[in-house]
């Protein structure tokens, strides 16, 4: 299961994905995150890291999953030799 921690956050790569781009809600939740405490924010509070057992999928319905994930290209996809994609979708990685 992968690890809700601030070191897979920063490596998540959902913030420059067209999925999660091409979500408003996405990004409005995510803009209301306050990090200058530099302490890791509520998992149910993000948009992103989705594959993290913490955090699961989207609370956005508006997600176009017609667009390609860009988990593949993800450094936490490969430490975890994860194969699924669009958890923001389906949820956790198993
Ligand atoms: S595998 Fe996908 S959901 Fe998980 S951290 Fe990487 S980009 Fe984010
Ligand atoms: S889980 Fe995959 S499809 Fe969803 S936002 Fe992250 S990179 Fe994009």
Same mark, same amino acid.
Do not use: H
């Given at each position: 299961?992968?690890?809700?921690?601030?070191?897979?956050? %920063?490596?998540?790569?959902?913030?420059?994905?067209p999925?999660?781009?091409?979500s408003?809600?996405?990004?409005?939740?995510?803009a209301t995150?306050? &990090?200058?405490?530099?302490?890791?924010?509520?998992a149910?509070?993000i %948009?992103? $890291?989705?594959?993290?057992?913490?955090?699961?999928?989207?609370?956005?319905d508006?997600?176009?999953?017609t667009?390609?994930c860009a988990c593949?290209?993800?450094?936490? &996809? %490969?430490?975890?030799?994860?194969?699924?994609?669009y958890?923001? $979708?389906?949820?956790?990685?198993?």
């Amino acid at each position: 299961m992968v690890d809700y921690t601030l070191k897979n956050i %920063e490596r998540c790569q959902c913030g420059k994905c067209p999925v999660y781009l091409s979500s408003n809600c996405a990004k409005a939740k995510n803009a209301t995150i306050d &990090w200058s405490s530099g302490e890791l924010p509520p998992a149910k509070a993000i %948009e992103g $890291i989705y594959c993290a057992g913490a955090v699961g999928k989207s609370r956005c319905d508006d997600l176009d999953k017609t667009k390609r994930c860009a988990c593949p290209t993800c450094p936490v &996809w %490969e430490d975890y030799a994860l194969q699924g994609t669009y958890f923001c $979708i389906g949820g956790a990685a198993e």
